[in-house]
Nanobody
Framework: QVQLIESGGGLVQSGGSLRLSCAASGRISRSYVGWFRQAPGKEREFVARIGWTFGSTSYAGSVEGRFTISRDFAKNTVFLQMNSLKPEDTAVYYC???????????????WGQGTQVTVSS
């Protein structure tokens, strides 16, 4: 079973940038990888996703144009480049792997432990 390890979170000022990484211990193939986030007192929400094989991407409206998701086959890693960060982007960011797009974000799929992103105003 694939294990996911996120890294790259931290504290940044408004307007700054961070790059999150999601490293997979096992093989990711014919599946999807997504980034989700959860702010205090709020439900977990979708941020971005990428199809591992063909690289198709999709973004939440709140991050489109500011965030970019990508993957590196050699490193078996998915990245989330976050630019023009805003205080409302503050959350714990989670990486998720699912065998089908319809299952992305389901609790019974593979999740990482999360990485904290804090954007100060």
């Amino acid at each position: 079973q694939v294990q996911l390890i996120e890294s790259g979170g931290g504290l940044v000022q408004s307007g700054g940038s961070l790059r999150l990484s999601c490293a997979a211990s096992g093989r990711i193939s014919r599946s999807y990888v997504g980034w989700f986030r959860q702010a205090p007192g709020k439900e977990r929400e979708f941020v971005a996703r990428i199809g591992w094989t063909f690289g198709s991407t999709s973004y939440a409206g709140s991050v489109e144009g500011r965030f970019t998701i990508s993957r590196d086959f050699a490193k078996n890693t998915v990245f989330l480049q976050m630019n023009s960060l805003k205080p409302e982007d503050t959350a714990v960011y989670y990486c998720n792997n699912a065998p089908a797009l319809s299952r992305l974000g389901n609790h019974d799929t593979t999740w990482g432990q999360g990485t904290q992103v804090t954007v100060s105003s």
